[in-house]
């Protein structure tokens, strides 16, 4: 398949107003509804759901419903919570027109700003990015394994170096966009925690309809590439009240979106820790 022409959206300068930094609040403790999952030892992220399903919405994406399991989910929450610390901490990002996103959002291994990437939080404090972790990347090479098998070409290969984490707030979205900054077409995976989403897939060339739209609930992975890799994508909206209780999150939405840049495949990851396993 033909790479699409890129957007010229990558020369446009970047605002001079800049991002403004931002925070976590506190974890939302209230009752939740009954689509609510609750925390025990041992729970899994599929318990109290009809199913746990692997399933392919387009070739190319793979959607597994269930992946982590809570208490992998709940780590995950936490070490966010440290990624999102200043110095190149947490801040909702400004496009070049000045307008703020609604996400926020916090880089590793490479610090994205739009439409570009740095080593540098170019926005905010110009600090040097925080490095991707190591065992986040191992986590986004099991996550490759398990949408394409794990001695496919696309698992041998992938060397993730680079995640963007975005914060959701219930009224926050992401628009229609296509991820043209990256020179790498290795598949991109995106981990899902607190409340669920509405993940839209146009086309290469459009951000039009006809749309698939997937649902993706806690603890969920999305891995798309190949024939699709370059299609625009967004999330246009949260369902709020579903995310497990006691998970750690303020009200919203937490995703991990890990990726392959091109960028400097010669950069290693950050310092070793436990791993986050998936289910």
Known sequence: MERPRPSNR??????????????????????????ALPIGEGAKAGEGRASVHRREPLPGAVHVGGWLGIEAQRDLVRRFR???????????????????MSVRSVCLGWY??????????????GAPVKPLPRELAELAREAVGEAYGPKSAAAVAFAPDAAIVNLYEPDARLGLHQ????????????????DACVFRFTGVERRT?????????????????????RLYYGVPKLLPG??????GLPPGRLSITVRETGLDRNRSAGPSSPSIQPT
């Open 10 to 35: 990558a020369t446009m300068p970047p605002s001079r107003l800049g991002g403004v930094p931002a925070t976590v609040r506190a974890p939302d403790e209230r009752a939740r509804g009954q689509l």
């Open 82 to 100: 440290l990624w999102a610390l200043p110095p190149a901490g947490l801040r909702q990002p400004r496009v070049p027109s000045g307008h703020l």
């Open 112 to 125: 994205w700003q739009p439409y570009m990437y740095s080593k540098t939080a170019d926005d905010t404090d």
């Open 179 to 194: 991820d043209a900054e990256e020179p790498a077409d290795a598949p991109v995976v995106t981990i899902s925690l607190g």
């Open 209 to 229: 309809a006809p749309f698939t739209d997937v649902e993706l609930r806690s603890g969920d992975l999305l891995v798309f590439g190949g024939p699709i890799r």
């Open 242 to 247: 579903t995310a497990p209780a006691g998970l």
